[in-house]
Nanobody, 115 residues
């Protein structure tokens, strides 16, 4: 059974940093892409960053230069290093995997940026 479990969320002051992790279990094969999405209260879920199995990376314009997506193949884990955090980064962050052409989502982790 494929599962994605996020961790690393929390509360941080503006300008601070956090690192999110997404542990994938149940498979090491068939992963064509993984990514991070977020949903703020009253807003639609939006793309933050994605990485394909070939290493192609895409970022939302709002996080370019501040966030870094990476993947540890040995640990089967996806990361999102977030820096220079702003209040508008406050959201629930979700991990997504496209595995054997199916979409899988984690349960989400809350990130709150506030002074």
């Amino acid at each position: 059974q494929v599962q994605l479990v996020e961790s690393g969320g929390g509360s941080v002051q503006p300008g601070g940093s956090l690192r999110l992790s997404c542990a994938l279990s149940g498979t090491r094969a068939g992963i064509s892409a993984m990514g991070w999405f977020r949903q703020a209260p009253g807003k639609q879920r939006e793309l933050v960053a994605t990485i394909t199995d070939g290493g192609i990376i895409n970022y939302a314009d709002s996080v370019k230069g501040r966030f870094t997506i990476s993947r540890d193949y040995a640990k089967n884990t996806l990361y999102l290093q977030m820096g220079s955090l702003k209040s508008e980064d406050t959201a629930v962050y979700y991990c997504k995997g496209v595995i054997f052409r199916r979409e899988y989502w984690g349960q989400g982790t809350q990130v709150t940026v506030s002074s």
